[in-house]
């Protein structure tokens, strides 16, 4: 792999089994830092600081020309937060991010996430992709994301109401290139992707239907981007095929389904103890894992590559 990193970390809802590669590596979080934002906002809706129908003014100082409409919209534009929630997911609208993360406080974000346990997330700054400080400012690891989702899918993150509108957020995404690409078309998923010149991230909750998973692949360093959409397009249909066969071996156990609203992933069973990281995958150990490829030589005849990825979706 050299110099090129790739990171994942997956669950599985039912048992709360887990598996990953380095997963609490601090990594370029781009547009995956959203989805902590958003918990922010509705932490404070629970707390009755704004509600849904808030409105907010577009100021200069929140515009950001790396992707979104809003960045072009004239100073003193009225957005609600119910607007701008689905702008920052949805559309990865990074000037609706900034507004968000002037009305909440960046700091604020911080400390829900500390208090969260998830050691490794920093909002660092405002949204700035024009500048290579974005790569610092914006961490995450993969565990740190598949701890927040995971929580949400439990419908546990600030309440059940916040966590089922988050999750009906977060199924409303409109850039489905990475995790989704290789998935059954009609399969539901609630995720958020986040991409530089040089990362691309993916994570989310896949509803597969007899046994749904949380997933976070990031990737950084890459020497192109087509060559990190194919890995993800890997890791997925890995992990999506992998689960069928899990739940297979789960039932065969007498291990419950995924119900919402269970105290413990395991609560009234009898059966054995469980290893607590089980190589889903079948594999001896991480090596199983696809690998970064070399960068392929151009071809002359070849068809052109994908356009570049906008920054920060």
Do not use: C
């Not at 995720?191 to 007899?210: W, Y």
């Amino acid at each position: 792999m050299g110099d090129r990193i790739a990171r994942s970390f997956v669950e599985d809802l039912a048992t709360g089994l887990t598996t990953g590669v380095n997963a609490n590596s601090s990594l370029p979080a781009a547009s995956t830092i959203k989805i902590p934002v958003m918990v922010e906002v509705f932490r404070q809706m629970a707390n009755g600081t704004i509600d849904l129908n808030t409105q907010m003014h577009l100021q200069p100082s929140d515009r950001d020309d790396g992707w979104g409409d809003l960045a072009y919209a004239r100073t003193n534009t009225e957005r609600s937060v119910e607007q701008l929630l689905r702008l920052m997911i949805d559309d990865s609208d990074n000037t609706a991010t900034n507004m968000l993360i002037r009305l909440v406080g960046r700091q604020k974000v911080n400390e829900t996430m500390g208090e969260l346990g998830l050691r490794d997330t920093k909002l660092g700054d405002y949204i700035r992709s024009a500048t290579d400080g974005i790569r610092y400012s914006l961490r995450s690891s993969p565990h740190d994301m598949v701890k927040l989702l995971d929580s949400i899918a439990r419908r546990r993150l600030v309440d059940s109401w916040s966590s089922g509108e988050m999750l009906a957020i977060l199924t409303g995404q409109t850039h489905n290139g990475l995790l989704p690409q290789p998935l059954p078309k009609k399969l539901q998923i609630a995720h958020k992707t986040g991409s530089l010149h040089d990362t691309l991230n993916d994570v989310g909750i896949v509803f597969r239907q007899n046994e749904p998973y949380v997933i976070a692949v990031m990737t950084t360093q890459l020497p192109s981007l087509p060559m990190g959409r194919r890995f993800i397009h890997a890791i997925s249909k890995m992990t999506y095929d992998e689960f069928g066969r899990f739940a297979t071996w789960r039932e065969g156990e007498g291990l419950p389904a995924f119900a919402l609203g269970m105290a413990s992933p395991l609560a009234g069973t009898t059966s054995r103890s469980l290893a607590p990281d089980l190589q889903m995958w079948n594999a001896q150990d991480a090596t199983a894992l696809p690998t970064l490829p070399d960068a392929p030589q151009p071809d002359p005849g070849a068809p052109a590559p994908d356009p570049a990825e906008p920054p920060n979706n």
